[in-house]
């Protein structure tokens, strides 16, 4: 089984303030890693995803993730913030059980996101 | 298509009502799944259908709960003898065979009363 830990609930930041939401999974098989946002009363969308290859992914909206296998982290970052970029991320993992998936998602408890001006 | 659609988007029940919410997945998706999301957490996987075939159910999935997807195509999620607790997010997604990632609709909000 798998299991995701976001470390902070709630992180908040001023405008143009860069800014790290961490996430570290557990996993005794390969696993592919994702980040959702989750605007107020909404679904989630898929900002970026790891699935092979190099571990710097970048997704929309500026942000970007580092796969650290060693530490078994998925950390997502944007160098600058926008108060749009308010919201709840999720981190969340899905088995890779030898390059297909089975597309089942275990997701984190979510950081809040609050940007002030 | 734009997109997974899920129908109603809120729902006020009474406690012992019954419930049956809709998703319509990505035309082209085969997988589709339901989530459930209470406040402050991250979504729960409930169940998941691969074309018609209900594949996985989670313990989460008590009797009251029950899916179909007929056709293979929407899928719906009923709830019988709502329960207080059963207040939450329902979350519908779909995915393809071979696609890691699953699409997520807008959810269908549930409060029991």
């Known amino acids: 089984a798998q299991s995701v830990t976001q470390l902070d609930s709630q992180v908040p930041v001023f405008e143009e303030a860069p800014v790290e939401l961490r996430c570290n999974y557990s996993?005794?098989?390969?696993?592919?890693l994702f980040w959702y946002v989750q605007y107020p009363n909404q679904g989630l969308q898929l900002l970026l995803k790891?699935?092979?290859?190099?571990?710097l992914v970048k997704g929309i909206n500026g942000f970007e993730a580092e796969f650290n296998k060693s530490q078994t982290s998925f950390h997502l970052r944007k160098p600058s913030v926008h108060i749009s970029d308010t919201a709840e991320y999720f981190c969340a993992v899905n088995r890779n059980a030898g390059g297909t998936s089975y597309g089942k998602l275990t997701f984190g408890q979510g950081t809040i996101l609050t940007v002030h001006p | 298509d734009t997109g997974v659609s899920q129908n109603p988007r809120h729902k006020i029940t009474k406690r012992g009502q019954n419930v049956t919410f809709r998703c319509d997945p990505i035309s082209e998706h085969n997988r589709l799944y339901w989530y459930r999301q209470t406040l402050g957490q991250g979504p729960e996987f409930l169940t998941y259908f691969q074309n018609e075939a209900q594949l996985e159910k989670s313990r989460l999935l008590s009797d009251r709960f029950s899916a179909e997807r007929p056709k293979g195509s929407f899928s719906t999620l009923e709830i019988q003898r709502t329960e207080q607790g059963d207040s939450a997010m329902y979350l519908c997604a779909s995915s393809s065979t071979g696609l890691p990632e699953a699409f997520f609709g807008q959810g269908t909000r549930l409060t029991v009363v």
């Open positions: 996993s005794s098989v390969s696993v592919y």
């Open positions: 790891y699935l092979s290859g190099s571990t």
